[in-house]
């Protein structure tokens, strides 16, 4: 399998553009997770899936966020607009077991906003 | 507030040495904590997992630790490499409350040839 496979891996945009990120998981894990890296606050998590269903948002930072999984094999984190303060690595990871088992991530994407 | 440290933000040591990490927690009960590897401009990789009723776990050169009553775990490498050389991170999941997986803000180890 090729892991999980996250697009673009560097975007750069100014203020208040949209912002789409894109993540395909493992094939059969049924858990997606999105998360955030930042220097200053590590690893956050912003939303998880569960076979296809958001199961809880409450690390979403605001209503310019929001997140998709249309299928079992997609799902897409859109920010619009975009600010200053959004930038980040922001990382896809699928699971089999949900938060008890291992977790696989994508490389990332870098995310720069002017 | 629940929070999670990791002993140092870098951490050095001389190749061929036992690098040792520290997590602890606090206003956790987590059910399992893992250690993972990221490298530079890479994502996390999953190293091992350990239950709150496992005291210790191996895995080649790897050993993890976790004290429930302490509220800590060690995460050690026997015999050091370079290629060591990453930031590593500790991760609680707890099975009550706030159901998820939250990390700590990582150690950057430096294995010195």
């Known amino acids: 399998d090729a892991g999980v496979i996250q697009s673009p891996r560097h975007e750069v945009t100014e203020m208040g553009q949209e912002v789409t990120l894109r993540c395909k998981p493992i094939s059969g894990h049924d858990y997606l997770f999105w998360y955030r890296q930042t220097m200053m606050r590590g690893l956050e998590l912003l939303i998880y899936f569960n076979n296809n269903v958001p199961i809880d948002d409450s690390g979403m930072p605001e209503d310019r966020f929001s997140a998709k999984m249309p299928n079992a094999s997609f799902s897409t984190l859109k920010i619009q607009p975009s600010e200053p303060r959004d930038s980040a690595v922001y990382f896809c990871?699928?699971?089999?077991?949900?938060?008890?088992?291992?977790?696989?991530f994508g490389e990332g994407s870098r995310l720069t906003v002017l | 507030s629940q929070k999670i440290e990791q002993n140092s933000e870098a951490l050095n040591i001389q190749e061929g040495k036992t690098a040792t990490l520290t997590c602890n927690y606090t206003?956790?009960?987590?059910?399992?904590l893992q250690w993972y590897r990221q490298d530079p401009g890479r994502g996390p990789v999953f190293l091992l997992l350990?239950?709150?009723?496992?005291k210790e776990k191996r895995k080649e050169r790897l050993k993890v630790t976790f004290d429930t009553t302490l509220k800590q775990s060690l995460f050690h490498i026997t015999a050091s490499q370079p290629a060591d050389s990453a930031t590593y991170l500790c991760?609680?999941?707890?099975?009550?409350?706030?159901?998820?997986?939250?990390f700590g803000k990582g150690t950057k180890l430096s294995v010195i040839p």
């Open positions: 991760a609680l999941h707890s099975g009550a409350g706030s159901y998820q997986l939250t």
């Open positions: 206003n956790y009960s987590p059910a399992y």
């Open positions: 990871a699928s699971s089999l077991r949900g938060f008890a088992g291992e977790l696989f």
């Open positions: 350990i239950r709150e009723n496992e």
